[in-house]
């Protein structure tokens, strides 16, 4: 058996909607594994911000009957299209009354009371199209909480359906923070019966965790990097969950990400003032200009720029950096964030900005040209986390140039070595301790290299321009995985 059926079910999907790493992973995994010659499908929900003309997507005939238990049966449209450059079919999940909004999960800053009944509806609108499509997959791949009633259901109500004889299922765990926890009410709409709402699968303190419920019942469960997959084991990063997490360790792999750099790649990037790469900066020096002067930061390319791009929630430390930038405006340094998120942090960095409008900039807001512009005009490019599963902007600006400067954590450990000023080795600046003072402490030592050990900066800029994390490599470790996952399944008493 070589050529692998699989289908990929995610909330979100590059370019079609993205609110974080999620899609850019959803994007790039499937093309990564049709390179490897497997027939591979991606559903995601068809949300009012997907674009069906410019992608040209096609309706498929006839709609898709989802039975929501007590809520009785709903009806989805599907539209089918490509993922671009690929011959990847897209399946897009469309449902007027639970995807027909401005937002993926949220709507300023508020959650959507209903997400249980949406993501239980999309999940179950995954098994139903598999059957309309006479897909039959080897492996459905699911990812985090959204998708996690997926192996719940192949357990379940389709345990002994033909279609699915077979099939396998992978968790990916891309954030365990974020569980799916619900009123116990929406047991009667996952329909799986009561006799599933128990400790040891879905229930957790009277109400339903989806997250539990996939992790117990998939066959094998992914974190997006080794040192996250070990993490989640121990209860400062297990949410709960840790001790499960270990009682499942036999079936608990960890790949790191991949990047697509076709998309993140200063040599072709089309999103950028000027393209460059590591034989030639002088791009990279117009990219900063412009950068400044797009920001009303004077244009100086004497000091450090520091960039800064992500979602404003505490996981990304930005309690740190608050507590710390005070003490970083001291320094002879500029610093461009874009994010959004959190109210109190928006306001707080804007109020930075207002302060020291010369050396602290920001866009709040989601804007994705921008990211690219911060990733190629910034000298360095600052995470500090208190955890990342995997983090994908410290591997974009490796490729851009730009060193990062994180905490060692998750894939931001995995993925980027100190600094090691004898032997000029490494490809960023490291900090340990959760603290302001690690946080400006590092800094301080990276913008010191910058000013004092010029040689030392432009080696690591080097040394981060040539590493490579490609997704063909990521892609063998699922391939070996689903093949593991499959072996399991056929040598083991499910049907
Ligand atoms: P996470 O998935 O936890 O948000 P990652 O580092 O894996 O973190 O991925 C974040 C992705 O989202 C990156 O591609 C990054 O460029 C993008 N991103 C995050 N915030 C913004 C924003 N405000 N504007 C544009 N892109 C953003
Ligand atoms: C999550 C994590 C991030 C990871 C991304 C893609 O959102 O927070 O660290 O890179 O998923 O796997």
């Keep these: 058996m070589d050529k692998l059926n699989i289908l990929i079910a995610a909330s979100e999907v590059v370019p079609f909607a993205k609110s974080g790493g999620l899609a850019d992973v959803a994007g790039a995994l499937p093309k990564a594994l049709r390179a490897l010659g497997h027939d591979v499908r991606v559903v995601m929900p068809r949300y009012y911000i997907v674009d069906k003309e410019k992608y040209g997507l096609k309706p498929l005939e006839g709609s898709l009957g989802v039975p929501m238990g007590s809520m009785g049966e709903a009806w989805a449209g599907v539209f089918e299209g490509l993922l671009p450059g690929s011959d990847v079919p897209v399946y897009f999940i469309e449902h007027e009354g639970f995807f027909g909004r401005k937002g993926l999960y949220d709507e300023d800053g508020e959650g959507y009371g209903d997400n249980d009944n949406r993501f239980i509806f999309f999940s179950k609108a995954v098994m139903q199209l598999a059957k309309k499509l006479h897909f039959r997959p080897d492996v459905i791949h699911a990812n985090d909480w959204h998708t996690a009633a ?64 996939g992790i117990v019942h998939a066959d094998a469960i992914n974190a997006v990097s080794k040192k996250y997959a070990q993490e989640i084991r121990t209860p400062a990063f297990g949410w ?104 109190w942090a928006e306001y707080f960095f804007s109020d930075v900005a207002a302060k020291y409008p010369d050396k602290f900039a920001t866009y709040i807001g989601y804007q994705n040209d921008l990211a690219h512009q911060i990733e190629a005009g910034s000298d360095l490019f600052l995470m500090p986390s208190l955890f990342e599963p995997c983090g994908l902007n410290q591997i974009y600006s490796l490729r851009y140039g730009t060193v990062p400067i994180v905490r060692a954590t998750g894939g931001l450990d995995d993925t980027i070595e100190n600094y090691n000023s004898a032997q000029k080795s490494g490809t960023g600046f490291k900090f340990y301790d959760a603290t302001p003072e690690a946080l400006s402490g590092t800094v301080k030592w990276a913008v010191d290299t910058w000013y004092h050990d010029r040689a030392g900066f432009d080696q690591l800029r080097h040394n981060g321009m040539q590493k490579r994390f490609d997704w063909s490599e990521a892609a063998k470790g699922y391939e070996d995985l689903y093949r593991h996952i499959i072996g399991g399944r056929l040598s083991s008493s499910h049907q």
């Design 150 to 213: 997926i192996p719940v259901l192949l357990n379940t109500t389709y345990a002994t359906d033909p279609d699915f004889k077979g099939t396998g299922t992978l968790l990916s765990i891309h954030n365990l923070q974020h569980q799916g926890k619900f009123y116990k009410g929406a047991m009667d709409v996952l329909g799986v019966g009561w006799e599933h709402f128990n400790a040891d699968e879905l229930e957790e303190y009277d109400g339903v965790n989806l997250l539990k419920g």
């Design 240 to 343: 709960g969950l840790d001790p499960l997490i270990n009682a499942k360790a036999y079936k608990l792999f960890g790949i790191l990400n991949g990047v697509d750099y076709d998309e993140w790649s200063p040599a072709v990037d089309t999103l950028i003032p000027a393209t460059f790469d590591s034989d030639d900066l002088s791009g990279k020096a117009i990219c900063k200009a412009t950068l400044q002067k797009r920001f009303n930061l004077p244009e100086r390319s004497d000091l450090p720029l520091i960039g800064l791009v992500g979602r404003l929630a505490e996981q990304k430390g930005i309690g740190l950096l608050a507590a710390a930038v005070w003490n970083l405006m001291e320094l002879d340094i500029q610093i461009v964030l874009l994010g959004a998120g959190e109210k």
